[in-house]
């Protein structure tokens, strides 16, 4: 056989192969639009659902132009690996999240229900200085924030709880 032979031969291959690839593509991305439990939101979200006048609020937009969310994901996975973290991650818990802080890297850990874990005053140590609190961080130190942003961010942190209905793993 010739090699254009060959690759008439493999011109059905391609053309499924590319007819997959938009089947996927479109079953991606138009399936979850046909989802109850993604397009309403639930209790969780109804927390996360911030007033723009609040300080939560606030401290979220400082989050992200800091760029915390470079390091820190604000997504609990269904793995062993994340299982002291709190309630597994459900769609509907970013309704109003826009855009979500799921990040894609996890140089310091997971920050979706970090509310639950420190309280105000191990924040604002540990914002304005990391290595304080544990030596050999490698978190930057956000020492020059105003204090009404330090503050801000830090009430949006505290803010990242879990509502009591939420179903799945209790929270530690
Ligand atoms: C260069 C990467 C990096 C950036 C940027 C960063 N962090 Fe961190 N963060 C870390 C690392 C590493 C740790 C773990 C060590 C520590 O606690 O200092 C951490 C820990 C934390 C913790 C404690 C989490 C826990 O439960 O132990 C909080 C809260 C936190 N960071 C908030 C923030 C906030 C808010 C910002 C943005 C203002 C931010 N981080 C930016 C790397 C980063």
């Known amino acids: 056989m010739s090699g254009y032979e060959d690759e008439k031969s493999m011109l059905p291959y391609i053309i499924g192969a590319v007819i997959l690839f938009f089947v996927g593509t479109a ?29 939560e609020y606030r ?17 609990v996975r269904p793995v062993l ?5 709190g309630p597994i991650s ?7 999240d826009a855009p979500a802080m799921l990040g894609t890297k996890r140089t310091g850990a997971d920050l979706m229900w970090v ?13 304005l200085n990391p290595q304080k609190v544990l030596p050999g961080s490698i978190m930057p130190r956000y020492d020059y924030l105003s204090d009404q942003d330090l503050e801000d ?13 939420t179903e799945g793993r209790p929270v530690e």
Request: proline letters at 6%; charged letters at 20%; one cysteine or more.
């Open 115 to 127: 509310g639950n874990r420190w309280n105000e005053d191990w924040h604002r140590e540990h914002l």
């Open 153 to 165: 961010l830090i009430a949006y942190l505290m803010s990242l709880k879990p509502s009591p209905q």
């Open 90 to 96: 459900q769609p509907a818990d970013y309704y109003y």
């Open 81 to 85: 690996a994340d299982s002291s973290l």
């Open 27 to 55: 079953g991606t991305t138009y399936l979850p639009f046909y989802d109850d439990q993604m397009q309403a939101p639930n209790q969780n979200a109804e927390l996360r659902h911030l007033s723009v006048e609040s300080s």
């Open 59 to 75: 401290g979220r937009e400082v989050y992200i132009r800091e760029g915390c969310h470079t390091c820190h994901t604000m997504f």
